[in-house]
Each structure stands twice: as C-alpha cells, then as structure tokens.
C-alpha cells in the first residue's frame, strides 16, 4: 500500500480542500486537517484573506499528522481565530492548494472567485494591533467618530463642495472641522488611521478578488473586528472629506482601491456609482498592487470582472507571455483599442512589447482620484474617431508583435513638451492663422477646445460630456471669473499633464505623449476611439507603440470620411456610386457589419 501524502489528487474540476482548525487548548500548537469537498455541496465555510508575508522563520502547522510550513502572519491570524471548543472550518489557499502542484495550483485559481464567493464570510486578517509602531485603538476611535458622527450627515458634508476650489483652504476647512466636531487631517487620530490603511493587505493584489466577491466580510485587526459596512462607511466620509477641503492629506488613504475591495454599490448606493466592473478597468485600477508574482496582477482580477473575459490562468507561461496573449484576448473581446491608453510608461523601461501594458508599473498620480491622463476611459466612450469599426487582430507565434489594420493619415511635424511659458510663442510660428483650417472656428476656440480635449469641464469625473457650442462662452465666462479661474486652469493642466502640444504636416493640432518626436505616425487604427500615434523602425519598416493622442478636428469619424471619399474618387466611373449622399455619415455606425468602404494599410507592431 503506497504511503499517505498530505495532499491527495483532487477528484475533479470542482474539488477543493476545506482545512478543519482543531479548537485551542492551554499550550496547544496549531492543528488541523483537510477535508476533501466540492464546490457543489460542500459544507459551510469561512475563507481567509491576508498577506502571506515574509517567509522566513515559517511555523509548523500540524496538518493530518504532517508538518506543514505557514508564515508567521498566517500563524497569527489562525491563533486569532481558533475556536475555544469547536472546530472552525476555513479556506486558505496556502494550505488548501496544493503550492507544488503547477495543474493543481492553475485549475484552483480559476475557482476562486468562486471559492470566496461561496463562503459564508470572508475574515480579512490586517495583523496584529499596534504593528509597526501605530497605536490601533486610537485609528479604530477615528473610525467610529466617522462613522457615526458623519456619515449619518453625509449629504450635509457634501454641501460644502466648492467647484472652484482647487488647493486647500485652511480657513474654510477649519469650519468644516469645527462645523462637525472633526480632529484636523494631520492630528494624531487622522495620522494612525493613516497608517492602520497603510498595511500590506491594502496594496497587495489577490487581496482585492477575495473580498470583491464577498458576501460578508470582517476585518480583524489583533483581537478587534471592524464589519466591511463599517469599513466603506469610514472610507466614504474620508472621500467627501478629500472633494470638500481638496487637502491631500485625505489622498492618502487610496479610496479607489478599498471602494472596489468592499464593492460600495452592493451595499451603499450613495457613494461613487462609476467603479469599474470590466477586466480593462480592474486592470487599470489594480495594476502595481503588491505581488510576489506579476501573473498575479492579471489572474487576481478575473473573478471580479463583469465581463468574463475566457483568459486561463497559466502558471507555466513566462509573464512576459501571459501579458502579451491577455492583451491580445482583450482587444478581441472588447473590440477595441482602448487597452492602449493604459501604455504610459516609456518605450525604453519595459522588456515587453510596446502594446502591451505593464501591470506591474502604478499609475501616475495627480491628486486624489487622478492619475496619468488617458484620452479614452475605463467607463465612458467620448469619441468615434473609428467608427463602429472592430479591430482584426493577428499575433505572431512567439506572441511578441501584433498586426493591426488602419490608415496610416499624418505626421508630427513639430511638437512643443514643457513650460507653458514659451506655448503661446510657439504656437503663433507654427500657425499663424487666425482661423483653425481644419474646422475653420477661430483660433483661440480651437485651442480652448483642444487643451479641454473638447469635453466640458465642470462636469464630476468621470464623465464630460463632448463640448457644444454654448460651452465656448460658458468657459470664457470662468475664465473670466477670478474666482474660477483657478478650477478652468487645473481641468486644463490634468488635461494635458504629461502630454505635448504637437501641430502635423496636414496643419492640424493635437495632445501627444510627452515623449512623441516628429515624424511619428498620426495612425486611426481600426477599433480605435482615439487616433494611435506610432513610431516606424526604418531597419524593418515595424512600429513600436508612442501612445494615444487627441487631434482637434478629427475625433469624430472624419478621417473615414474622407478616406471614402477619396477611394470614391479613385474608383473607375463605371464603378463610382453617384447616388451616394456624401453628407450622410450614417455609415460610419455600420462598419462593425460591413466592409471597409476604403483600403488600409496592416502595422505590424512590436
């Protein structure tokens, strides 16, 4: 008969492990078992989510009579959480997975979102109180103050939002303090509170699936048990609190994260309804969150997305590959290029292609919800620079470049990166005019309009609506105003942060990546919302991505326009359609069904 193994092969695609955690006794070790189960039926379960953390100094844990190695944080939280004399049955995917086990560990991934989803409560382990120093009970004190003392006037806060306010204003924010008996954002309460969000859990990236999914969730902090409503109530206030004083002090606390871990809009319909649900916007929203494992940074949300995106997580492809095949399958799920506003880090830091994301980098940061200003949105469409048209996507065998069709229209002529000072010079020697051509509205419009990226500007993220006629004088009157004024201008700097004012060959004007040249290709690429600029490689005629661009004129389907018409005019005479209305675009909303009315060129990027 062949020797036991703690961990026998699971029976089938929905077998999992439970670990039973024996009850404490004076002096006891940890102890426990494994049951074999199925997610079809399986008993009543909590799941933990925690840090694994350092895995030096492993404890033994006494599992069916094997040593098994845990980390002292799980240690701890087990300690925590043991029973005085009934079993507790758990899931933990440390000690319910089988870590050696490559088939094993990629089957158990694809069910976990399942796994907490079914639990009957998640218990978030933060550690143990007073770690690194911060004093527990006084952030939990703050907590319970927000709580109750605010959040039951949480409409009353929000009253005291000012538009214009752009910097903080300790006079008015001491009234708001004053107003409702709150400690100052640096006093010692606000502090410890700081640094209770500040622990690992927050930041790391499985972390956000496991409570997403949630149907009840604890968070246990040493012998202390905050509920998750109690959670996202005290995050909700600090997020009013940052839109009412503007004082990066509240920024601190990263509330886009834990809004999307206690997932706000099953339980408080009056906070943020615009968190993301797809697997681009998770994406966005997660990418450099803690991992020891960058497949991680894709696997970890997969669960939590509305979208169901058919990616398999595979733990014997290189991440480079992973990251590469994922895009891939998102362009195609989606049908769009959109993904590629998540490509803001320089060409040159990356080892992977330049159409693919790295997950692995953060964000940019400006303020409290701001971050590197894409042209498209995670959950709004603003422009049709393409039509309904879908992208055809071809990927290499070795998953390293990517094929693509479109319209290779303009150049970069010029383009000006740095101090606003010197713009307006610059601006008047490469275009003179008085009028903008390509619209043929005057100049000053047409600049207003592009450093709004021709969206309205008092509008609440995430969506601004497109500019209309009337928002010209409505912005000339805030920019008149010298106590709006200040607002006009920072919508106009989040705009164009990171960008550069580019003029091309066709004299039209545009936001580019700050790292454009001339001679970049200006490409409408099919899928597109927003022109692509790339940059050819003239030892392979190939193309590396430079990043999304905004072209004043030209986001709304008029380059297809007159991409047809010119194939029109080319055709023999025979074959030209002279019934055809040139005015009527109604076209442009059919692409995704018909052919192309136009020929283009294929881009192989690398």
């Known amino acids: 008969m062949p020797d036991k193994k703690l961990y026998e092969p699971l029976q089938d695609r929905a077998s999992i492990r439970l670990f ?40 033994a844990l006494d599992c069916d009579g094997f040593q098994l190695l845990i980390t002292q944080n799980l240690a701890a939280a087990l300690r925590r959480i043991r029973l005085p004399e009934t079993n507790r049955v758990l899931w933990i995917d440390s000690i319910c997975i089988n870590q050696n086990d490559v088939p094993e560990k990629n089957h158990q991934v694809r069910l976990m979102s399942q796994i907490y989803r079914k639990a009957s409560r998640v218990l978030v382990w933060l550690g143990e109180e007073d770690e690194n120093g911060e004093d527990t009970m006084t952030a939990l004190t703050c907590m319970d103050l927000l709580q109750n003392r605010v959040f039951p006037r949480l409409d009353e806060l929000r009253s005291w939002k000012d538009k214009a306010l752009v910097e903080p204003d300790e006079a008015r924010n001491s009234k708001i303090n004053a107003h409702f008996k709150l400690p100052r954002a640096d006093s010692a309460e606000f502090i410890e509170l700081t640094k209770l969000f500040r622990r690992s859990w927050f930041s790391r990236a499985w972390t956000f699936q496991e409570t997403f999914v949630a149907r009840e969730r604890s968070f246990l902090c040493g012998g202390h048990c905050i509920s998750g409503v109690g959670m996202l109530k005290t995050f909700g206030v600090i997020y009013e609190l940052y839109h009412c004083t503007k004082d990066p002090r509240y920024s601190q606390f990263k509330l886009d994260h834990v809004l999307g871990m206690t997932a706000c809009q099953d339980i408080y319909s009056q906070l943020p309804s ?41 733990y014997g492809r290189s991440f480079e590959h992973v990251y590469a095949t994922s895009t ?118 047409a600049l207003l309009r592009l450093f709004c990226t021709d969206r309205a500007l008092s509008q609440p993220r995430p969506v601004k609506p497109r500019w209309e006629p009337e928002t010209y004088q409505a912005v000339m009157e805030v920019a008149q105003d010298p106590d709006a004024r200040p607002a006009l201008a920072e919508a106009i700097a989040c705009n164009s942060w990171n960008k550069g004012v580019a003029i091309t060959q066709n004299s039209f004007l545009g936001l580019v990546p700050d790292w454009a040249k001339p001679g970049d290709r200006i490409c409408w690429l099919m899928g597109g919302e ?77």
């Open 328 to 445: 891939a399958q998102i362009i195609s799920a989606t049908g769009s290029l959109n993904i590629f506003g998540q490509l803001f880090c320089e060409i040159e830091q990356s080892a992977l292609p330049t159409w693919v994301p790295d997950w692995r980098s953060r964000r940019f940061s400006r303020g409290y919800y701001g971050s590197y200003s894409s042209f498209t949105a995670v959950t709004a469409h603003h422009y049709f620079c393409t039509g309904s048209s879908k992208p055809h996507i071809r990927l290499s065998p070795c998953a390293k470049e990517i094929i693509l069709q479109g319209l290779d229209w303009d150049v970069v002529k010029d383009v000006k990166i740095g101090s606003c000072g010197t713009l307006p010079q610059w601006l008047v020697q490469q275009y003179p005019q008085e009028v903008y051509g390509p619209t043929q509205e005057p100049l000053d419009w």
């Open 274 to 314: 615009d968190l993301p649900r797809g697997l681009l916007s998770l994406l966005w929203l997660r990418r450099g969150a803690g991992c020891k494992d960058p497949r991680d940074l894709l696997y970890s949300v997969l669960g939590a997305a509305a979208d169901r995106i058919p990616i398999e997580p595979d």
């Open 530 to 606: 927003v022109p692509i600029l790339l940059r050819a490689d003239p030892t392979d005629g190939k193309y590396t991505v430079i990043g999304e661009c905004y072209i004043h004129g030209a986001m709304d389907g008029e380059v297809l326009v007159e991409a047809r018409r010119l194939a029109d005019v080319a055709k023999p005479s025979e074959l030209a359609d002279t019934d055809r209305d040139e005015s009527d675009t109604s076209w442009l909303n059919r692409l995704h069904e018909e052919p192309l009315p136009f020929s283009t060129t294929e881009f192989t990027i690398k």
């Open 20 to 59: 039973q955690l024996l009850p404490r006794k004076e002096g006891s070790s940890l102890q426990g078992r494994l049951l074999d189960s199925n997610l079809a039926d399986c008993q009543a379960y909590e799941a933990i989510s925690y840090v694994w953390g350092s895995e030096a100094d492993k404890v």
